[in-house]
């Protein structure tokens, strides 16, 4: 099957939607209920992972924001603690979401037990300042083998002792996780990777665990892309990634967009996006940007999974790139980075005559895994 896209394509993909049609003329409104959690939350879901400042935090609850989320691993364990200060005072006027850790990017010793699970759980509630979170999500599980009974056990328990309310993963695969949330009687809601460049299979798996009730929240919906002055060349056009943020919050079949925020300025655009309704003029500057976008912007969508021949795991590799080059945090990057195992940051594509990756939406595999080690070897 081809996923590639073009200006054109993505015009017309878009004018056959009714539902998309229709919010071109029809305001969208702040608030959502969160699938069969029932939680009403606003649709722009304020990510914390590189907030530095508790004033951007202070300032949107009061703006009206009121889902928040963090992971255990941001900031090396410091941004729960920076979340939990911020809203002291405000717990029960807020809906508030943490992660577990993203055992990806941990040494191979650690493992995703009963105990491993509940003991980040609990340092995450002390850093919360908080006894329970609303929403707990095991992070980047992109095939359910990924998802270990004892996880699953800790979740369980967890709600059983009312630590949690609602549990849910996180993926950049949800078409290969739909069928098992659809089954699933443990998890509640989902936040995928989702944005204007993904393919119609993504599409399918958003609407078919949206239809079965699972709240939807989509992530990296900029696809990428920088938020101020240094935006990648794709967004380089005043307001297209505003466009990408309404483009995912108001898909009629997400719930709400999480976007990580840095400043008042990114702060204020998400609050406007989620009243403004979404124009022609947002589809052509996202379609221009799509246009631009294939040679640069991996999906991790994992078909490109085994093609090295040297065994390299791209999508890791490009993803630790775009934090330092489309989020702006090289220091994050570079941290992602050194925990990939020293055979694969040593390994230049620069040794093989011809690159055997194939990207289904073009990237130049190669020449990206090559700026990724020049900016954070």
Known sequence: MSYRFSRRGFLSSLATLPALRALAVTPPGRYVRLGKTGLNITKF???????????VIERAFDMGINCFTTARDYQKGNNERLLGAALKGKRDQVILSTEAIDIMWRPKTEKE???YVLDNLNLSLRELQTDYVDLFFLHHKDDPASIPDEALEAVRLAKQQGKIRHAGITTHALPNMADYLVRSEVFEAVI???NFTMDAQANASVKKVHDAGLGVIAMKVMAGGLRGDKALPQFNRDGALVAALKWAMHNPNVDAAVSSVVDMEQLEENFRAMSEPLTEDDRRLLAAALERISPLYCRMCGSCSGTCTKGLPVPEVLRCGMYAEGYGQLALGREKFRLLPEEVRASSCREC??????CAYGVRVAERMERTRAILG
């Open 45 to 55: 879901v304020f990510g914390s992972m590189i907030t530095s400042d508790p004033a």
């Open 113 to 115: 037990t009963t105990a």
């Open 192 to 194: 995928p990777m989702f």
């Open 353 to 358: 005559s011809s690159c055997s990756v194939r």
